[in-house]
């Protein structure tokens, strides 16, 4: 079990906003830790698609956004489309284990 | 534009010893960190660890016991080593660049590598 936890799966229809949460605690999300994201479509390696809690990387649409409160972090993609359809990480740094740690990933489906 | 390219035996026995190369091309090599991350298939991401172009290496403390890195500057590589392979380790391998608070911004395409009995 990850230390910082994402639900399985979110969905939307196309045009609509989804947000998907990653969890932790005051030994990591919650310690200061940067939260960063990636999105990784079907047999491919992931892609750094927010970093730094809510800082976009050169070529990553406006349509996602990162946020981070005290334990927690959530990434939201507004204006859904098809190709958004990936699995999603979030990743911190948890001082307890000393040891960068990812989300359990979150499933977003298209509908 | 930045590449990194892992390579190594896609088929390894339980028991032995499994060492990944990633080779890093087009663009500067010094001053990141550079990392590993694996992923069983259907599963999620699992940091390894990570070495620095000096040499000081951080490792995921439930693998720390198995696990060596090593860095080869003159040739822009980095290598991980990893023992007493079980199936367990059986996933794909990537190679990552690790930049400003730990965020892993250019990744290679990843290897399969798969652990027999």
């Known amino acids: 079990q990850s230390v910082v936890t994402q639900p399985p799966s979110v969905s939307g229809a196309p045009g609509q906003r989804v947000t998907i949460s990653c969890t932790g605690s005051?030994?990591?999300?919650?310690?200061?830790?940067?939260v960063h994201w990636y999105q990784q479509l079907p047999g491919t390696a992931p892609k750094l698609l927010i970093y730094?809690?809510?800082n976009r990387p050169s070529g990553v649409p406006d349509r996602f956004s990162g946020s981070k409160s005290d334990t927690s972090a959530s990434l939201a993609i507004t204006g859904l489309q098809a190709e958004d359809e990936a699995d999603y990480y979030c990743?911190?740094?948890?001082?307890?284990?000393?040891?960068?740690?990812f989300g359990g990933g979150t499933k977003l489906t298209v509908l | 534009q930045v590449q990194l390219q892992e390579s190594g035996p896609g088929l390894v026995k339980a028991s032995e010893t499994l060492s990944l190369t990633c080779t890093v091309s087009?663009?500067?090599?010094?001053?990141?960190?550079w990392n590993w991350i694996r992923q069983p298939a259907g599963k999620g991401l699992e940091w390894i660890g990570r070495?620095?172009?000096?040499?000081?290496?951080t490792y995921n403390p439930s693998l720390k016991s198995r696990v060596t890195m090593s860095v080869d500057m003159s040739i822009d590589q980095f290598s991980l080593r990893l023992t007493s392979l079980t199936a367990a380790d059986t996933a794909v391998y990537y190679c990552?660049?690790?930049?400003?608070?730990?965020?892993?911004?250019?990744w290679g395409q990843g290897t399969v590598v798969t652990v027999s009995s």
């Open positions: 005051r030994s990591n999300i919650g310690a200061g830790s940067d």
């Open positions: 070495i620095s172009t000096s040499g000081t290496t």
């Open positions: 730094g809690n809510s």
């Open positions: 990743q911190s740094y948890d001082r307890s284990l000393s040891a960068l740690v």
């Open positions: 990552a660049r690790g930049a400003g608070a730990d965020a892993f911004d250019v």
């Open positions: 087009g663009g500067s090599f010094s001053a990141y960190y």
